[in-house]
């Protein structure tokens, strides 16, 4: 567990639920609400698997804290006005994976996003939109990178495998294909 405190996460997710709903601020003047994602090993959490949750004891408490304060950091880092204006802050480990998704390596989402799923050829050529079954198309974050825009991003290349109308636009840039446009 000392090696998650000295380990800085590759990368963190921000969302902002709050900015996307309309009436957020009239239900809850002046809040916001942020959620924050950042990658894990879940092996540095093997000494509590067998404990419950809340009943972890002081030592998985003050790693947690210490975790959540560098979650924290990264936020006023790129968001300064937060800063002291943050009410609640609460950090779910693996192992709350486990508990409230039902995952078993505290996975958040469905394939691990290591660098290991795309090192090797086998892997990589698992991950593709079309399967064995004839006309059974596959789409999602699992077949390109996790996130909405990995979503997204998948979408248009089975589509591209699907349609040949995209295909034939193949030299059209990406993004343009993605963008839902009219004929009229």
């Known amino acids: ?17 709050s900015a996307k709903d ?35 004891g002081e030592t998985y408490k003050s790693w947690k804290d210490k975790m959540t304060n560098m979650m924290l950091e990264n936020l006023y880092l790129h968001f300064p006005l937060t800063r002291d204006n ?40 698992a991950l593709h939109p079309q399967t064995m079954v004839r006309n059974l198309y596959l789409t999602g974050q699992d077949i390109m990178a996790v996130s909405i825009e990995g979503a997204a991003l998948s979408g248009c290349f089975t589509a591209s495998r699907v349609s040949m109308i995209v295909q034939l636009a193949a030299a059209v840039p990406l993004a343009f294909l993605c963008i839902p446009w009219a004929v009229s």
């Open 1 to 17: 567990m000392t090696e998650a405190l000295e380990t800085a996460p590759p990368l963190i997710f921000l969302s902002n639920e």
């Open 86 to 125: 943050v009410l609640l802050a609460d950090l779910g480990t693996p192992l709350s994976a486990n508990k409230y998704l039902g995952r078993t390596a505290g996975e958040i989402y469905n394939l691990d996003h290591t660098e290991d799923r795309f090192r090797t050829l086998n892997v990589q050529l």
């Open 22 to 56: 309309p009436e957020y601020s009239i239900r809850h003047p002046g809040k916001s609400m942020v959620t924050m994602i950042a990658w894990t090993d879940a092996r540095w959490f093997e000494t509590y698997q067998n404990t419950t949750h809340s009943n972890r």
